[in-house]
Antibody, heavy 119, light 109 residues
Framework: EVQLVESGGVVAQPGESLRLSCAVS????????MHWVRQAPGKGLEWVSM????????YYADSVKGRFRISRDNNENSLYLVMNSLRHEDTALYYC????????????WGQGTPVTVSS | EIELTQSPGTLSLSPGERATLSCRAS???????IAWYQQKSGQAPRLLFY???SRAIGIPDRFIGSGSGTDFTLTISRLEPEDSAVYYC??????????FGPGTKVDIK
């Protein structure tokens, strides 16, 4: 069974940094690209970032480019998102998502970890 | 960047009725790279379709994905109470960002 378990979501102040983690199991981690997708309270879905299976390429939404950094450890079956210079508008539930493997389709989702940015 | 719009915003129907959800792209979507997701209240989204009409594992055949170019449709042929959810379309296959539509809420009366 595919499992993705996020952690690291907390209440932070604007300008602070945070690291989210996602522990995966039930599939061969380094066969797949991975994503972070977020959802602000009561709002829709927003793709945040993607990393290829071997970390050779990373991509970011314009709203987080230059502030967030995605990474992975294939030996530890883990995905990470370092979030710097946090803003109020980064408040959201952050989902760790496994790629389908044929295009940037979000096949398996974790339950999300909440990030609140508040002064 | 391809933008997606979805209509209607909310659909209120009875069990057994047919639901038709629209997703329109701001430009033609290459190779019909449109996916659909279902999100029930308090849950993570669930993949329904990719490549416009390829059902994900476990999706019943009363869910039908169709369309091409800039116009795509998710049809639920016979609504059941558990279909109450927000449905999102998403485009992929082109350069990032991989955008979602704003969603259509389906209420079952």
């Amino acid at each position: 069974e595919v499992q993705l378990v996020e952690s690291g979501g907390v209440v932070a102040q604007p300008g602070e940094s945070l690291r989210l983690s996602c522990a995966v199991s039930g599939f061969t981690f380094d066969d797949y690209a991975m994503h972070w997708v977020r959802q602000a309270p009561g709002k829709g879905l927003e793709w945040v970032s993607m990393i290829t299976w071997d970390s050779s390429d990373t991509y970011y939404a314009d709203s987080v480019k230059g502030r967030f950094r995605i990474s992975r450890d294939n030996n530890e079956n883990s995905l990470y998102l370092v979030m710097n210079s946090l803003r109020h508008e980064d408040t959201a539930l952050y989902y760790c998502v496994r790629d389908l493997g044929s295009g940037e389709v979000f096949e398996f989702w974790g339950q999300g970890t909440p990030v609140t940015v508040s002064s | 960047e391809i933008e997606l719009t979805q209509s209607p915003g909310t659909l209120s129907l009875s069990p057994g009725e047919r639901a038709t959800l629209s997703c329109r792209a701001s430009q033609s979507v290459a190779s019909s790279f449109i996916a659909w997701y279902q999100q029930k209240s308090g849950q993570a989204p669930r993949l329904l379709f990719y490549g416009t009409s390829s059902r994900a594992i476990g999706i019943p055949d009363r869910f039908i994905g169709s369309g091409s170019g800039t116009d795509f449709t998710l049809t639920i042929s016979r609504l059941e109470p558990e279909d109450s959810a927000v449905y999102y379309c998403q485009q992929y296959g082109s350069s990032p960002p991989f955008t979602f539509g704003p969603g259509t809420k389906v209420d079952i009366k």
